[in-house]
């Protein structure tokens, strides 16, 4: 990729972007990213699982359209 190096602000930005810290700084947070995801579809789905079933529904279900 070419990228113009001779501006500079663009020496500025690939420095700053370019050094250890950064770098890890952004793969800590995609990392952190992934499993607070993760973490909490797993909860929506522990929580869908213990909530309350009414009786009634809104709309008959395929097998009682018969009755």
Do not use: C, K
């Not at 499993?35 to 009414?54: F, K, M, Q, T």
């Amino acid at each position: 990729m070419n990228f113009p190096m001779d501006n500079p602000f663009f020496q500025f930005l690939f420095w700053l972007l370019n050094t250890p810290g950064i770098g890890g700084i952004a793969v800590g947070l995609i990392g952190l990213i992934s499993v607070s995801i993760y973490a909490s579809s797993l909860y929506w789905i522990a929580r869908g699982a213990r909530a309350d079933e009414v009786d009634t529904y809104a709309y008959p279900t395929p097998t009682l359209l018969d009755h």
